[in-house]
């Protein structure tokens, strides 16, 4: 039996408005090479000099993750060649990264939690691309110099769900932290998987392979089963030496392999050294205070809406996922709704319609604060969980209002007392020998009472009032 092992590098792009080591904009150009500069595009003379903003987002992390946040942090040169990198080296932290030694928590199956090292958080500056057209390469340096901060993990994952946890829960942070948009699809937040195995009982590590550049979530667990078989059957079969040592290979989503990518021969010797044209980036106060200056973050979240709201554990882990979902349920408690329904009309109601309108959350045609006024007008009883869902199918094709539409679709409950109780009388007055029976004790009469008087209001008497006074009157 084989034991996997696992652990996960991501480059997260900042969300910086300008570049690393130059004040060139990190947005979207129109025109290729355009948001460059010397310092960019690494002629002769020029000379980087550390962008604030992105050090305030680094140690935001760190302060997230619980790390050591060092004061005073140093840039090496990464040497490699290739025409995306003007300057044939990278500029990155090796040897003391502005954060070091700190953890992130995931939840597993059984409900347990599972502590995730993370080992270092540096900052780096992104390559350019390539642009491979025809016959033709073109290298566009617009991204060249982009700030990445690169998180690298602890091999603390055993499999591929703690792996994917792990990486959820890290995109999620970032994104709550609000220093990256952690877009996969766009590669502003890629993960380098880093994969062996072992047989079980023995300490030493096995052979790492590093599968490079995934960017879903699907792909990291397709790579990573992949690879776990390519190397148990390698070593079943007498040929782990040969078959499995230390290279990066990548992941073909058409194949669904992992393909080797840079031969044994050819493995890189980056030549690290200090930059000699960078000082440590050393912080300040006022960098430490604006990155502590921080939102609340997913384990507080859970903690919270279990402890103050109520709110059971797996919704609470359902609506802290993701910073949007938190914040419209939050937005939809402003707005006067209780905890339990909101939970249930969010996570169940809205996000059912949503998804088979292909929309999210973050494009969800019903507000944070419509959605808490539909859900209030339950709460209080103005209107049924029934009539509700009519409503809400309205508000997912236009914006109306809800107490306009309460009245035009005739949806609002009899809660008046008085209305009810006149509907009980009759239906009491008109089965004596029922009402007889049951005082008897037969108490499953109870129900036929509440049907009725439900089918005397056509379902618009508020079953809870229905049930309270019939008590009443039955005694
Ligand atoms: P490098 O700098 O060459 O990428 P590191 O020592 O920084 O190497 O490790 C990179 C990643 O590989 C880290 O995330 C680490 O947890 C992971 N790792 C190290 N050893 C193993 C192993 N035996 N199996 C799986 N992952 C590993
Ligand atoms: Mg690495
Ligand atoms: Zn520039």
């Not at 129109?30 to 010397?38: A, F, G, I, L």
């Not at 979240?301 to 419209?328: N, P």
């Not at 169940?348 to 494009?363: F, H, P, S, V």
Request: glycine share 6%; aromatic share 8%; hydrophobic share 35%.
């Amino acid at each position: 039996m084989f034991e996997t092992v696992i652990g996960l590098e991501v480059h997260v792009q900042l969300n910086t408005k300008t570049k690393l080591f130059c004040s060139c904009p990190t947005s979207f150009a129109e025109h290729q090479n355009s948001n460059t500069c010397p310092t960019c595009l690494a002629l002769p003379g020029a000379l980087p000099v550390v962008n604030k903003e992105a050090g305030i987002k680094a140690m935001r992390l760190g302060y997230a993750i619980n790390a050591n946040v060092n004061h005073s942090s140093n840039f090496d040169r990464k040497s490699y060649f290739y025409p995306d990198s003007p300057s044939a080296y990278q500029i990155t932290q090796l040897h003391k990264a502005i954060v070091q030694k700190g953890e992130l928590f995931i939840e597993l199956k059984d409900g347990t939690q599972k502590r995730i090292g993370i080992t270092q958080a540096h900052l780096e500056a992104d390559a350019g691309k390539n642009i491979h057209d025809g016959n033709h390469s073109k290298v566009d340096l617009n991204r060249a110099g982009t700030p990445l901060l690169e998180i690298v993990s602890e091999p603390d994952m055993r499999n591929s769900y703690e792996a994917v946890a792990y990486l959820k829960k890290l995109h999620s942070t970032v994104r709550y932290l609000d220093i990256s948009d952690a877009n996969m699809q766009e590669g502003s937040f890629r993960c380098d998987v880093n994969v062996s195995i072992r047989p079980k009982g023995q300490k030493e590590f096995g052979t790492r392979v590093e599968i490079k550049n995934i960017n879903s979530f699907k792909f990291v667990e397709s790579a990573i089963a992949y690879e776990v078989q390519r190397q148990t059957e390698a070593y079943e079969d007498g040929i782990y030496d040969q078959e499995v040592y230390q290279e990066t290979r990548l992941w073909s989503v058409e194949e669904g392999v992992t393909k080797s990518m840079r031969g044994k021969e050819e493995a890189a010797d980056y030549r690290y050294f200090p930059d000699p044209d960078l000082r440590p980036l050393v912080v300040t106060q006022e960098m430490i205070d604006e990155a502590q200056n921080m939102p609340e973050l997913p384990d507080a979240k859970v903690k919270r809406y279990i402890e103050e709201l109520g709110v059971k554990k797996y919704d609470a882990l359902v609506l802290s996922s993701q910073k949007e979902l938190a914040y419209f349920f939050e937005e939809m408690l402003r707005s006067g709704a209780g905890a339990k329904n909101s939970v249930n009309w969010l996570t169940t109601e809205l996000l059912g319609r949503l998804k088979k309108a292909n929309l999210d959350i973050t494009t969800s045609p019903v507000t944070a604060s419509k959605l808490g006024e539909l859900v209030s007008k339950i709460d209080d009883g103005t209107i049924s969980g029934k009539g509700a869902k009519d409503i809400l199918d309205v508000l997912m094709e236009e914006d109306r209002d809800i107490s306009e539409l309460i009245d035009s679709m005739g949806l609002a409950q009899v809660s008046d007392d008085g209305a009810i109780l006149e509907m009980i009388d009759k239906i009491l007055d008109a089965n004596p020998d029922k009402v007889e029976q049951y005082k008897g004790g037969k108490e499953k009469l109870f129900g036929f009472f509440v049907g009725q008087t439900m089918k005397a209001s056509r379902g618009s008497a508020n079953p809870q009032k229905v049930n309270e006074l019939l008590r009443g009157r039955l005694g």
